[in-house]
């Protein structure tokens, strides 16, 4: 296990060389030609666009899946049956679905439009896309939650009991902060992971990196453009995630110690 996990530590700190590596190979082929740089140049306005909804919905769905997720991980423990069997279906269900087929439900079951007050209001489909990655991401905090509360020693419990905490109160004041400091490291794995997921809502024609790469593609119609468009992909991603990730270890490790 030791072993396994130094090989670990290592092929993760070589990854930001190999990469670099990538994107040495990169700078050399567009200053190669220069045609491809300037066209490059030209679409990556239109790629930055797409990226900032990639950005957009990964931060929505992460929002809107924390708030829900800590309530469930919360009531995955109440005693009331009635209460925590259904919580307990729900994050076994949507921790085990894909967030593909999450997405393209979510697309399909929502109207186009809603009425509100007789106006009618667009209900778009990077909004779909939001719940469709934040119902997973409810689920996994959920786990999460549930987990960490879980870990607390039960004399944190009876200390707050002694100095006259009712158990509502006992959970929001002393046992969710040291909640928080243990979830942080699976949440923000599981952060990385949705932004990732983002990258799925082009199926539904959301307008994000991926569709617009695939747009920028089709009307340069030149090969080496496609697989260079696709390397900024890649390098856009790898530069918002690896960050999270690196500070996802050191938290791990900080918080062993």
């Known amino acids: 296990m030791t072993n396994t996990k130094i090989l670990s530590a290592s092929a993760h700190s070589r990854l930001p060389w190999l990469f670099g590596v990538l994107i040495a190979v990169a700078a050399i082929w567009l200053l190669a030609d220069l045609s491809l740089l300037s066209t490059l140049i030209e679409w990556l306005p239109y790629l930055g666009s797409g990226f900032l909804m990639n950005i957009l919905i990964s931060l929505l769905a992460m929002t809107g899946g924390t708030v829900l997720g800590v309530i469930l991980g919360i009531l995955e423990l109440t005693p009331l049956k009635i209460v925590r069997y259904p919580v307990v279906f729900y994050v076994q269900v949507f921790r085990n679905a894909p967030h593909l087929v999450l997405i393209f439900a979510t697309t399909y079951i929502f109207p186009f439009e809603i009425v509100v007050a007789g106006h009618y209001l667009p209900f778009p489909d990077w909004l779909k896309a939001v719940i469709g990655l934040a119902i997973p991401a409810s689920a996994y905090v959920a786990e999460i939650t549930r987990g960490a509360i879980q870990s607390i020693a039960t004399t944190q419990w009876e200390a707050a009991k002694g100095l006259g905490f009712s158990r509502l109160q006992a959970l929001r004041w002393i046992i969710l902060p040291q909640c928080a400091r243990r979830s942080l490291p699976p949440w923000m794995n599981l952060f990385a992971s949705i932004t990732m997921g ?60």
Do not use: N, W
């Open 198 to 257: 983002t990258a799925l809502a082009s199926l539904v024609g959301v307008h994000e990196l991926l569709h617009a790469a695939t747009d920028a593609s089709t009307a340069v119609r030149r090969l080496d453009f496609t697989v260079l468009a696709y390397i900024v992909v890649m390098t856009a991603f790898f530069v918002l995630c690896y960050p999270i990730s690196s500070l996802t270890r050191r938290l791990e490790r900080r918080l062993k110690v």
